[in-house]
């Protein structure tokens, strides 16, 4: 939000209605109903060691009292890049490179090219030794689709409200691949998703309400195969296809082996083998689609149970409100690998050479290969709070203290994680006019060693809204003067992936 606050880890605590959880990316907008940003260490400072980078609060939509609203909603776009390589024709490339070659010193029989190539180019008599490729549009699709659906309902009576979504997001890739008809299997980059959310409400009582609140997303995301050449990382593979076809000029045979082509002794060459790029190993065309695929089916069920008592009984503003929260997510991958055969091609430079193709890497097991793994996680977040909210004629009062623990597992296999704290806040409001501010948080977390996992963060802040003056209140001119001063301590314990890092172990 402000840049890295920290050395590890600088990534802002995200809280989705009051539960640290780090799902935003996979939440339908329909579900939100308020976003807020806290920057400053004064309001961060109740989040103890984990509020170094601030915090992104956000709150979903609940029912209200009244008629029930159904929505529906649903669209279709096109997504393209908002730049793309500039085509220009094999002929003009070749005369281009030796024009280069010239500038360089070389003779005219150390070109690259030669007239009866060039002349081949253009005239387009043999576009299969000879081509004239658009190899940028060979790899990458115009156009992207993306669908959105969604279903909502709100509404309530006066005992319960509730409020439930239902969405769906379909997104095609831009990788043009090999058909699934063909290869007997889906390399293509692209992916769906469901999304599920009830919050419901439940007046027990004038003074006593219970919540449930589940959400839920289900994503199946399909890629070509990147495991073995591109550390899982379909990043690294996008970079590798933009490095290769900027390097790949439109002279270049390929990307797949035709009818009629044949080797040097005049042995027929199958037709659809992948040739690779002059003067690489390989061909990027064959590790986006002859590679093999992967399917990773993502699962995440969030749950909140809330229950809010008004204390007014004992002294009026008073409430309490207890909140125990329970997520899981689970991730299936689906790899499948294989191998696939590579030629060369020699193209000849003068009228009485011949054209070949060459055997590079045959492949021995023409059978894809499957593997599957499963990993399951859990997040356990429990809250206590009092708190007080009073207004005196023209003063404004407000306190909370709560107290949080929370237990999950990150890892597979990784034992489980702790945080404990324990957090108050007191507010000071006169008239609207002049404001203030105490926040105490006090956190322990198991990243750090035993006697030194608990840490103090206090925080205060001043604030003056000097357009509710008197003086100011009538005028045209400035509608919304603030000034604000605030300090305070936050923490972080994102120290690294390993659990227990403070464990050296020293071998000799």
Do not use: C
């Amino acid at each position: 939000m402000r840049g890295a606050g920290t050395v590890n880890g600088s990534n802002p605590l995200i809280l989705i209605d009051g539960v640290p959880r780090d799902n935003i990316s996979t939440m339908d907008p329909n579900e939100i109903a308020s976003v807020s940003i806290l920057k400053d260490a004064s309001a961060t400072a109740v989040f103890g060691v984990r509020g170094a980078n601030g915090v992104i609060m956000i709150t979903t939509r609940r029912g209200e009292e009244g008629k029930s609203e159904l929505s529906i909603s649903a669209d279709y776009s096109l997504q393209r890049f908002t730049a793309e390589a500039d085509r220009i024709h094999s002929w003009e490339f070749a005369e281009l490179r030796n024009q280069a070659f010239r500038n360089d010193g070389y003779a005219e029989s150390d070109l690259p090219f030669t007239d009866y190539m060039i002349e081949m180019y253009r005239s387009g008599k043999d576009r299969v030794y000879y081509p004239d490729r658009d190899v940028y549009n060979e790899f990458f699709k115009k156009w992207a689709p993306q669908t959105r659906v969604n279903v909502n309902l709100s509404g309530g009576t006066k005992k319960l409200s509730y409020f439930m979504n239902v969405a769906y997001m379909g997104q095609g890739g831009q990788f043009r691949t090999e058909s699934e008809k063909d290869l007997g299997y889906d390399p293509s980059y692209k992916s769906n998703r469901y999304n599920f959310r009830t919050n419901l409400d439940y007046k027990v009582a004038s003074n006593f309400k219970l919540s449930l609140n589940i959400a839920s997303y289900l994503e199946k995301v399909n890629t070509p195969q990147t495991a073995k050449l591109f550390n899982n990382s379909v990043d690294e593979l996008v970079t590798n296809m933009r490095a290769y076809i900027w390097a790949t000029p439109p002279t270049d045979p390929g990307p797949l082996t035709v009818a009629g082509q044949t080797l040097a002794d005049g042995t027929n060459v199958p037709a659809g083998q992948v040739i690779n790029q002059a003067g690489i190993d390989r061909n990027t065309y064959g590790e986006l689609s002859r590679r093999g695929y992967q399917q990773a089916t993502r699962t995440n069920l969030n749950s909140s149970i809330i229950a809010d008592w008004g204390l007014d009984f004992i002294t009026k503003g008073l409430s309490t409100k207890l909140m125990i929260s329970f997520d899981t997510k689970a991730m299936t991958t689906l790899q499948g690998f294989r191998e696939y055969d590579t030629y060369g091609v020699t193209v000849a430079r003068t009228s009485e050479e011949k054209s070949y193709v060459s055997k590079v890497r045959m492949n021995t097991n023409d059978a894809i290969s499957l593997t599957k793994s499963q990993q399951t996680n859990y997040y356990l977040n429990m809250q206590y709070s009092l708190n007080y909210a009073r207004q005196f004629g023209l003063h404004d009062v407000t306190g909370m203290a709560l107290i949080q623990r929370d237990n999950w597992q990150q890892y597979a296999a990784d034992l489980p994680y702790n945080m404990l704290g324990i957090s108050a806040r007191a507010t000071y409001s006169y008239d609207s006019r002049y404001l203030a501010e105490v926040n105490v948080g006090y956190n322990g977390s198991e990243q750090f060693a035993k006697g030194k996992r608990f840490g103090f963060f206090p925080a205060f802040s001043a604030g003056w809204v000097a357009s509710n003056e008197a003086f100011l209140k009538d005028n045209d001119f400035i509608t919304n003067l603030k000034l604000r001063a605030s300090y305070g301590k936050v923490g972080n314990d994102k120290l690294g992936a390993t659990r227990f890092l403070y464990i050296m172990r020293i071998s000799s």
